[in-house]
Nanobody, 123 residues
Framework: QVQLVESGGGLVQAGGSLRLSCTVS???????VGWFRQAPGKEREFVAV????????YYAESVKGRFTISRDNAENTVYLQMMSLKPEDTAVYYC?????????????????WGQGTQVTVSS
């Protein structure tokens, strides 16, 4: 089992920055920990993911160059640093963990999920 605890969401003006945190715990190793988001009326979509061992990162094209995913092994925490935020980034952001060794961009491939944290970007 894996537990994911998220923090860092909030309200920010367009062009601003926000950092989300996801603390991972549990007995089972997660090969990948990533972030997804879901805006009202839309499907949950991939944002970014990091491979725990080695630190390989993958980003959605819509956030590439603006968002950075990273990990702190000692603290078992994954971060999503969001910069140059746009109103279209407004969504509930979820941390998720995958326990298979092959990467996937699909939310269906992630086994454990946090409760979500609201990110609102105002104009």
């Amino acid at each position: 089992q894996v537990q994911l605890v998220e923090s860092g969401g909030g309200l920010v003006q367009a062009g601003g920055s926000l950092r989300l945190s996801c603390t991972v715990s549990g007995r089972t190793f997660s090969y990948y920990v990533g972030w997804f988001r879901q805006a009202p009326g839309k499907e949950r979509e991939f944002v970014a993911v990091i491979r725990w061992t080695g630190g390989s990162t993958y980003y959605a094209e819509s956030v590439k160059g603006r968002f950075t995913i990273s990990r702190d092994n000692a603290e078992n925490t994954v971060y999503l640093q969001m910069m140059s935020l746009k109103p279209e980034d407004t969504a509930v952001y979820y941390c998720a963990a995958r326990q298979r060794a092959i990467m996937t961009y699909s939310s269906w491939g992630y086994d454990y999920w946090g409760q979500g944290t609201q990110v609102t970007v105002s104009s």
